[in-house]
């Protein structure tokens, strides 16, 4: 089946310094991805729809500057979360669907990543 | 306001019954209905999906049911075995191929031998 593959699992990393967390399609092409944000025992929160070749798309209250968005192929997303804070510690979890399937299919994701900031 | 709800945080079923997990929505736009299977610091993994034009969904152990005049659906697990044992998102998208999808918070699901 399907797999969308993200780097790195996991990051620690010190406030004020930039993470980068890549998303990749192995096996299809994804013209839009999707980044997802989950608090502990909370349910998944899109943040943004990614799409290749132009900008991001970002839901309500959460900021482009902080949360840096580049598709720039159709395999690959990249999420950078610039000077970051303890607050910002949380599962990232992406999602591609196959541009080559029907429009009706389920997203596939990527193994999410733990970020902490310390 | 949320579109996609999952009212039962948590559930419980002895090994071999029947798991039933619920999931309500508010958007009369969805048209599209989805299940994921969530284990800790991993993510989602489909299950198995429904469209509005169908009122049922088979797929081995597990059947999801539309009652679209209630904005309900349902997911079926029989028999429930301990490795169903995981957080269970429902998922719903509108017309568009391309639209996010929207997930209810989740019924963590413990299969108990």
């Known amino acids: 089946g399907a797999v969308v593959s993200q780097h790195p699992s996991w990051v620690i990393c010190k406030s004020g310094t930039s993470v980068k967390i890549e998303c990749r399609s192995l096996?299809?092409?994804?013209?839009?991805m999707f980044w997802y944000r989950q608090f502990p025992k909370q349910s998944l929160m899109l943040m943004a729809t990614?799409?290749?070749?132009?900008?991001?798309?970002?839901e309500q209250g959460v900021e482009k500057d902080k949360f840096l968005i580049n598709h720039a192929s159709l395999t690959l997303s990249t999420l950078t979360v610039t000077s970051a804070h303890p607050e910002d510690s949380s599962f990232y979890i992406c999602?591609?669907?196959?541009?080559?399937?029907?429009?009706?299919?389920?997203?596939?994701f990527g193994q999410g990543t733990r970020l902490t900031v310390v | 306001d949320q579109q996609v709800k999952q009212n039962s945080p948590s559930l419980s079923v002895q090994e071999g019954r029947i798991s039933i997990l619920n999931c309500d929505y508010t958007?009369?736009?969805?048209?599209?209905f989805l299940w994921y299977k969530k284990y800790p610091a991993e993510g989602p993994t489909f299950l198995i999906s429904?469209?509005?034009?169908?009122d049922k969904n088979e797929d081995g152990r597990f059947t999801v049911f539309l009652n679209k005049s209630a904005k309900h659906l349902s997911l079926h697990i029989v028999p429930s075995q301990p490795g169903d044992s995981a957080v269970y998102f429902c998922?719903?998208?509108?017309?568009?191929?391309?639209?996010?999808?929207?997930f209810g918070k989740g019924t963590r699901l413990s299969v108990i031998a």
């Open positions: 999602s591609a669907r196959d541009d080559g399937t029907v429009m009706n299919t389920e997203a596939f």
């Open positions: 096996d299809f092409q994804a013209t839009t």
């Open positions: 990614s799409n290749e070749g132009s900008k991001a798309t970002y």
């Open positions: 958007n009369s736009m969805f048209d599209y």
């Open positions: 429904i469209s509005s034009i169908k």
């Open positions: 998922a719903a998208r509108g017309v568009s191929g391309n639209t996010p999808l929207v």
